[in-house]
T-cell receptor, first 110, second 111 residues
Framework: EDQVTQSPEALRLQEGESSSLNCSYTVSGLRGLFWYRQDPGKGPEFLFTLYSAGEEKEKERLKATLTKKESFLHITAPKPEDSATYLCAVQAGGSYIPTFGRGTSLIVHP | DTAVSQTPKYLVTQMGNDKSIKCEQNLGHDTMYWYKQDSKKFLKIMFSYNNKELIINETVPNRFSPKSPDKAHLNLHINSLELGDSAVYFC??????????FGSGTRLTVV
């Protein structure tokens, strides 16, 4: 049973069309929630860490938010270069090892 | 300078062979990891290692073993390779388990 669920599995947007990616989790004792970006043929690239409900982080066109049950990655006015797979990972309980979700594949068309 | 480097980038080998993947980090991080990414892009932890503790995912076959000659290196040895071992293997490092830095991956194909 997945503890970290990402949706949608795939998302196609037109350039400039804002949207949100979801990461829901069913763990207790959240230590941290991480967002990564992965381009084809490359390793995941760290974007954000969120630690507590209500926290928000921003980087260029990306904004990550956190509640007690889920996190959203908001993409404002995306560009084709934002196309990638976005991975969410949760660190919880007595383990420092994050559990990854299956990712959302984002394609932004010009 | 590459922060986490792993070699080789591609590895094609026959079933039954033994192979190694090397990983080095120059970030001064205290912990290194090996992850396996399957064909559906799902990342699963295999090992976590610092100079104090090795944590092994219990689902990893004992044909896989990490070897760490020093704090900056964590190599992955695989014995008796099987078809199901084909995947992309990522090395990563972190300081205090925060914000991992990943290598670029090794695509292993077992034929």
């Amino acid at each position: 049973e997945d503890q970290v669920t990402q949706s949608p599995e795939a998302l196609r947007l037109q350039e400039g069309e804002s949207s949100s990616l979801n990461c829901s989790y069913t763990v207790s004792g959240l230590r941290g929630l991480f967002w990564y970006r992965q381009d084809p043929g490359k390793g995941p690239e760290f974007l954000f860490t969120l630690y507590s409900a209500g926290e928000e982080k921003e980087k260029e066109r990306l904004k990550a938010t956190l509640t007690k049950k889920e996190s959203f990655l908001h993409i404002t006015a995306p560009k084709p270069e934002d196309s990638a797979t976005y991975l969410c990972a949760v660190q919880a309980g007595g383990s420092y090892i994050p559990t990854f979700g299956r990712g959302t594949s984002l394609i932004v068309h010009p | 300078d590459t922060a986490v480097s792993q070699t080789p980038k591609y590895l094609v080998t026959q079933m039954g062979n033994d192979k190694s993947i090397k990983c080095e980090q120059n970030l001064g991080h205290d912990t290194m990891y090996w992850y396996k990414q399957d064909s559906k892009k799902f990342l699963k932890i295999m090992f976590s290692y610092n100079n104090k503790e090795l944590i092994i995912n219990e689902t990893v076959p004992n044909r896989f073993s990490p070897k760490s000659p020093d704090k900056a290196h964590l190599n992955l040895h695989i014995n008796s390779l099987e078809l199901g071992d084909s995947a992309v293997y990522f090395c990563a490092s972190s300081q205090d388990h925060n914000g991992y830095t990943f290598g670029s991956g090794t695509r292993l194909t077992v034929v």
